[in-house]
């Protein structure tokens, strides 16, 4: 259970979104510089926040100067929330680079279920058992060892997830079951319908598509009731290149 919970600290604190928040580099989101009581600030800051919490400026006048009524600030070190000021029901259309830690996953359905058989496989995938003792592990972890036949159903463009390092994506483990195949994560997508995206003057790189090297379920998913620690950690084959 260690490991869970040094997957969730450390999704809060990945380098692109803001690490450390005071002194380190902050989101692209911040306004930097920001002027606040007469304070120029060029990182996040604590200033009049009650909890002490660093935040920073999302939209300054054309001095410079914070504009304080509204929502108009934002915590650096929230994770994947909402970046708009309003929370809207049903969602609206993301923008080129705004959300650039998603990730898409590729599926297709198999006709036989591939399933481990023993309850401590996906323990024994993080600590690299799959490539230490494959014989064993292809007989009794094919899944989480991401070892499984090959799919014969359609593909389609199953569950998302966030990448919290260049090889590691967090997503959810209702989104990784015995009658699926992962075939590729996919990193910098924005319109499924477009290649090159392009947006705000600019044109992104092409997507990258990656093999799942390893699936890890938390250990206690469904349990004690259905869907609780409905999280899952996805390795991917290879680094994920990371652009500024």
Same mark, same amino acid.
């Given at each position: 259970?260690? %490991?869970?919970?040094?997957?969730?600290?450390f999704?809060? #604190?990945?380098?692109?979104i $803001?690490?450390?928040?005071?002194?380190?580099?902050?989101?692209s989101?911040?306004?930097f510089?920001?002027t606040y009581?007469g304070? !120029?600030?060029? &990182? $996040?800051t604590?200033?009049d @926040?009650? &909890?002490?919490?660093?935040?920073?400026?999302?939209?300054? @006048?054309? !001095? =410079?100067?914070h504009?304080?009524?509204?929502?108009?600030?934002?915590?650096?070190?929230? +994770?994947g929330?909402?970046?708009?000021?309003?929370?809207v029901v049903?969602g609206e259309d &993301?923008? /080129?680079?705004?959300?650039?830690?998603?990730?898409?996953?590729?599926?297709a359905?198999?006709?036989?279920k591939c399933?481990?058989k023993h309850?401590s496989?996906?323990?024994?995938?993080?600590l =690299?058992? +799959?490539?230490k003792?494959?014989?064993?592990? /292809?007989?009794?972890?094919?899944?989480s060892c991401?070892?499984?036949?090959?799919a014969?159903?359609?593909s389609?463009?199953?569950? =998302?997830?966030?990448?919290i390092?260049?090889?590691?994506? %967090?997503s959810a483990?209702?989104?990784?079951?015995p009658?699926i195949?992962?075939?590729?994560a996919?990193?910098g997508e924005?319109?499924?319908?477009?290649d090159?995206?392009?947006g705000n003057g600019?044109?992104?790189?092409?997507p990258?598509?990656?093999?799942?090297e390893?699936?890890?379920? #938390?250990?206690?998913?469904?349990?004690? +009731?259905k869907? $609780?620690?409905?999280i &899952?950690?996805?390795? /991917?084959?290879?680094?994920?290149k990371?652009?500024q």
């Amino acid at each position: 259970m260690a %490991l869970w919970s040094k997957v969730i600290s450390f999704t809060c #604190h990945a380098n692109f979104i $803001c690490e450390p928040p005071i002194n380190g580099s902050c989101p692209s989101f911040c306004k930097f510089p920001f002027t606040y009581k007469g304070v !120029t600030y060029t &990182a $996040c800051t604590t200033k009049d @926040d009650p &909890a002490g919490r660093s935040w920073c400026s999302i939209k300054t @006048d054309s !001095t =410079g100067n914070h504009i304080g009524q509204g929502n108009n600030w934002r915590h650096c070190e929230d +994770c994947g929330s909402n970046l708009n000021s309003d929370r809207v029901v049903g969602g609206e259309d &993301a923008t /080129l680079g705004l959300h650039p830690w998603m990730v898409i996953f590729k599926a297709a359905e198999r006709s036989v279920k591939c399933e481990n058989k023993h309850q401590s496989c996906a323990g024994w995938a993080v600590l =690299g058992e +799959c490539q230490k003792n494959p014989i064993f592990m /292809l007989d009794n972890c094919r899944f989480s060892c991401n070892n499984c036949p090959s799919a014969r159903g359609q593909s389609f463009w199953s569950c =998302g997830g966030s990448l919290i390092s260049p090889q590691l994506v %967090l997503s959810a483990a209702h989104c990784f079951q015995p009658n699926i195949e992962i075939e590729f994560a996919r990193i910098g997508e924005l319109d499924l319908n477009n290649d090159p995206d392009r947006g705000n003057g600019l044109t992104a790189p092409s997507p990258q598509n990656i093999p799942i090297e390893i699936i890890i379920n #938390h250990p206690q998913y469904n349990k004690p +009731c259905k869907n $609780c620690n409905d999280i &899952a950690i996805v390795k /991917l084959s290879r680094p994920a290149k990371l652009h500024q």
